[in-house]
């Protein structure tokens, strides 16, 4: 009789250990980096001239001969650590220049407005002819709006 | 002299169509009495197609669905002075038009001395006549350095300007033939833009044409061409420098001329940058004009 009663506690046993859906606490957490691997360091291609702040920049809509557009654009230092996106805002926002080299002259004037640290938006983005063009970003001296403190230009084929 | 007379009436006509297409740019060519009259007037009306909107330092030519049109109505005139002396003058009203975009206003003002210092007065076989000419540009019309928005509003050179250069003309039977030579420098100015905030330096430029006739009864179908080229225009700001590219296209023109009694004529003229030249840091553009034209005999 004992002999049937432990059998049958030990099968009963065994069927709820089988039955058992265990979750486990992972030992690390999603927001680190795994070992052995870094961050990606930050391209840093357009640089302005003053501070060496980077920028980088991309359409959010691209203008047409007949419609205007926006551009996104933003601006970090390189964490000195290793080489990351650091955002950085400049002391006043940078004013933005559409500018035809050949020919000497601009395009229809752009609104530029502060998103976030470091992150800009240029809207009325206009092209008044196809070519060769430049995008000129441009912080003029806090003491003097007449003087471009820092500036970046950008290169572009429309 | 009804030849003489349509030479004339061919290179005031084509005159509006030597600017630059886009945004003004060029100087035109001044007014003057090539005939034997004492005095003249002139009205015309000018509409100009931009079709290329952009050639750029490298010859390469980009055009886009949408396009500049500009009209031009022009008042000139021209007296003389003394034998060989006159003046001239002439005041273009210049429209813009691009998309839902208009602008509208006064060109640039020139006017000129003239003396004729080559008479056919024993109508050699050979020897043309020869006028001489200086010109001042006043900078009433707008330039693309003073545009905020980009050049759409500019309405000629927009610099005070002065400008030296010598018509030949000669006539053989039913053909007349003509070749014209004129440089002019433009000068600096201040400019204070969104854009720009510093001194213009637009510098030296040039035209230089030829051009033929064939004359019967009261009518003239004439043929020219005009290379016209700007020199690199700088502008200095505070702590930057920006240098435009060397300018230069060519105009070729065929008119059509009627002579309505002594005194008046009516020119059609049709002209177009696309056909002949090396263009460069330009846009080109397709003129059709229609002038009218009243003189008075010495």
Known sequence: MSGKMVSIICVSILVLANCARPKYVEETTSNQTPAGKVEVA???????????????????????SKQTGS????????????????????????????????????STPTQTARLDVGTYRVSNVFFIMPGDWEIRFLVKDENDAAKIADGVNVAIGI | MLRLVFSLLFVLATNYAWSAACCGGGLSVPTMIISDDRAQF???????????????????????????????????????????????????????????????????IATSLSYEYLSDWNYNPYRPKGIGFIQLNLPTGKSRADSEVGGLDSRGNGFWALGAGTM?????????????????????????????????????????????????????????????????MEIKSNNINIKQGFERWSTMGVSFSYLQGESWSWTVTYSDQTLFGDPLNTSLGKSLGLQLQHRWAR
């Not at chain 2, 050639?55 to 055009?63: A, F, L, M, T």
Request: proline letters at 3%; hydrophobic letters at 35%; one cysteine or more.
């Open chain 1, 71 to 106: 551009l996104i654009f933003k601006v970090y230092r390189l964490n000195q650590f290793d080489k990351t996106a650091v955002p950085v805002d400049f002391k006043s926002t940078p004013d933005v220049i559409l500018w035809m080299p050949s020919m000497g002259h601009g």
């Open chain 2, 42 to 108: 002139s009205t015309s009306y000018g509409v100009t197609h931009v079709t290329v909107d952009n050639v750029d330092d490298q010859g390469i030519w980009r055009r886009w669905d949408q396009h500049q049109s500009v009209q031009t109505l022009k008042i000139e005139g021209a007296h003389i002075l003394a034998d060989r002396w006159q003046v001239g003058a002439s005041i273009p009203v210049i429209t813009r038009q691009y998309g839902d975009q208009t602008f509208s206003g006064l060109g640039d």
């Open chain 1, 42 to 64: 930050a391209e840093c291609s357009a640089v302005f001239s003053e501070s060496k702040y980077c920028l980088s920049w991309y359409w959010e809509n691209k203008p047409t």
């Open chain 2, 168 to 232: 030949l003309s000669k006539s053989w039977a039913i053909w007349d033939v003509f070749v014209l030579l004129e440089w002019h420098r433009s000068f600096e100015k201040s400019v204070n833009t969104s854009l720009v905030q510093g001194t213009v330096y637009p510098g030296y430029g040039s035209n230089l044409g030829f051009g033929f006739g064939y004359n019967w009864a009261m009518y003239r179908a004439g043929f020219s061409l005009t290379q016209t080229q700007e020199d690199t």
